[in-house]
């Protein structure tokens, strides 16, 4: 099978609507920003369950443990959102192997959607029994974390497979007996154990930012938040050292070593090393661990433009057919609806946040607040009212 000419035949007619190199870049980005969810989450649960575990026992563990289980909670709710747009792009131009590996896999794909719904109402039952004293409640929550690692699992299967083309057909037809069973399911270990122990660096440095914050707060002992900084410091060390070896194990079985980005990336965890171990200012870390996580994602899509160019499929020579009304709808909701709204929510949430009591909005935020919602009004205005032209043009 002339695997090259497969995978170019089966691109999309219509061509992609703009600028394969823009997807790809909004891919890398979206995706960095997806995994930073899903690493605060798998991080953020473990500390929520220990919590649970001490907190009759220990005032400090009780406090954090609550904590830790909103933000596992918002986490959750963030990644699953931050999923779609890497999803999205990567269905856009590489579209062969991801619609390959979803009928491969099938049935798991369909199992993620049930096993992440799972995941999460029992995160949320783990939320509310929390407030109580059943010694269930660790366990409810305990499942609820295998469900989420078992989704990560899925997820990384899927990822995994949609790189292999040289082995869809072996899985498609073993031995030549076609299996439309759709339980295919392959793991690279070293891959997923590294993708997944990143979340002790994340929750860590995490842990870092909160003491920052909330030693500006009311109800906040310094006790408490000697606690939760030596926690955070404790965590980030151990988990930076774990993703090094695992990092430096899964890049040699790809003959990466010594690639640029690679060694890149190696510099960036040494450079967040040596700002925890000296406990510089958490904000700061937290920005070059945002460049790190960038740079490991430009590597994931660096991994699969190599062994895709081997095949003589390149994103940069795909059908284009700039399609101008919607870039510029794309592009000024994430710009205007996108930023503003951001910007808003988290204005809004880092001041009420410090605030003793009810907080009331001042100048800036109300501004931003009149701003997002008069854009938005203005872009559903203009989304229905283009909607519509397109549909009668073209019924009429
Ligand atoms: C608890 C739930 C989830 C976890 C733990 C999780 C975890 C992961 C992990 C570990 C990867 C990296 C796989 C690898 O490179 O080996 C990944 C990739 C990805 N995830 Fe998630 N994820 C979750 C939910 C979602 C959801 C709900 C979406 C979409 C709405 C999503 C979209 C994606 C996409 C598009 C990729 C990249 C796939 C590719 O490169 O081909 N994820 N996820």
Known sequence: MDIGLVLNTLRDPA????????????????WALHIAFVLLALGGIPLALIGNAKKSIDENWKKLGAHMTQVAKISVSML?????????FTQVIYDANWYVTNTLSGLWVVAFIYILILAYSLWYWFYYANKGNSSF???????????????GV???????????????????APNGVIDTSGTVLHIDILRLAFMVSLSAPVVGIFLLNYTDYT??????????????????????????????????????TLHMLFHPLVLAIVVFVLILLFMVIKESNSYIT????????????????????????????????????IDWPTVIMFLSTFVCVGFTGVGFMLTLAWRAGRTKGLYTADGTVTKLANA?????????????????????????
């Open 15 to 30: 061509g992609v609507p703009f600028y394969p190199i823009v997807f790809q870049a909004l891919y890398i980005l979206t």
């Open 80 to 88: 699953i959102v931050l999923g779609v747009a890497p999803l999205l």
């Open 137 to 151: 409640t660790w366990l409810i929550g305990s499942v609820s974390f295998v469900a989420f690692i078992a989704a």
């Open 154 to 172: 899925l997820m990384h299967a899927f990822a995994n497979e949609s790189i292999q083309p040289d082995q869809w057909m072996n899985w498609y």
């Open 215 to 252: 030693s500006k707060c009311d109800g906040y002992t310094a006790e408490y938040l000697a606690f939760v900084k030596s926690l955070g410091k404790k965590i980030a060390i151990v988990g930076l050292l774990i993703s090094a070896v695992l990092f430096a194990a899964w890049v040699l």
């Open 286 to 321: 937290t920005l070059v661990l945002v460049v790190t996580a960038l740079l490991i994602s430009t590597l994931r899509e660096v991994i699969r433009m190599n062994i895709m160019s081997k095949y003589g499929y390149s994103i940069y020579d795909y059908p284009m057919n």
């Open 372 to 396: 997002t919602v008069g854009i938005t009004i203005i872009w559903a205005l203009v989304f229905i009212a283009w909607g519509l032209v397109v549909v009668f043009k073209n019924t009429l």
